[in-house]
């Protein structure tokens, strides 16, 4: 079982808990935790430089802002500067979130080794998880469907027009009166920004650039 491991999460009470489980349930002996990603970042960098690497990251992906300053500011943040300096540290995301597409985008572009949904299994899940990743397994709880395939959701043509417009530089103004022009409906500037979030939320894209390259790598348009 695993030796060292390091659990960041802004809420005391889950980190006691997670800890106490670990320590009981596995025995490891050092299980160590923080509050704030920066810290966390901290304690790995220390214990890599000093050739006594922490073996798995435990992380949930919101921390609420407080008043410390933070360069790290999310999970997601503190587990790519973490790869940066222990690529082969082993992760596990232990979060709310339950979007089955946004899950599957952290197994396929960030490798996480473990996702757990917190709910009323949560911990039985997070150790089922460690049991898992210890035995180089992944797992997802139960409730989230990875079945995400190219066919989870579809584009219609409307989006491929819009997707064509982006990605030829127009904005969703322009867009709009294009639209228009050509007697297509919907049309209004509002309808187009919400199918453009909409696409974002679907696909974890952070921006115009950032959706059109992938839906173009999953050979969508």
Do not use: W
Not at 9 to 19: A, V
Not at 58 to 71: A, G, N, Q, S, V
Not at 111 to 127: D, F, Q, T
Not at 150 to 179: P, Q, Y
């Amino acid at each position: 079982m695993f030796k060292k491991v390091l659990i960041a999460e802004d809420f005391q009470d889950t980190n006691q808990g997670i800890m106490d489980t670990l320590r009981t349930k596995f025995s490891i002996p050092i299980v160590q935790e923080e509050l704030y990603c920066d810290k966390a970042y901290n304690r790995l960098k220390l214990a890599h430089v000093q050739d006594e690497p922490y073996e798995l990251l435990i992380t949930d992906l919101l921390f609420k802002k407080d008043h410390m300053d933070r360069k790290l500011t999310s999970g997601l943040e503190l587990i790519r500067a973490a790869r940066e300096i222990q690529p082969d540290l082993k992760v596990i995301i232990n979060s709310m979130e339950d979007n089955p597409v946004k899950v599957n985008n952290l197994f396929k572009e960030e490798n996480i080794n473990a996702y757990v949904c917190k709910g009323r299994h949560g911990m039985l899940e997070l150790v089922k998880a460690i049991q898992e990743v210890y035995h180089n397994r992944t797992f997802v709880s139960p409730q989230i469907s990875l079945n995400v395939s190219d066919n989870v959701f579809e584009l219609d043509e409307f989006d491929r027009i819009i997707l064509k417009d982006l990605a030829n530089g127009l904005t969703k103004k322009e867009i709009s009166e294009k639209l228009k022009q050509q007697n297509i409906t919907p049309n209004s500037e509002s309808t187009i920004d919400k199918k453009v979030s909409k696409l974002f939320d679907e696909f974890g894209a952070k921006n115009t650039h950032h959706l059109i390259a992938k839906l173009v790598r999953e050979g969508k348009i």
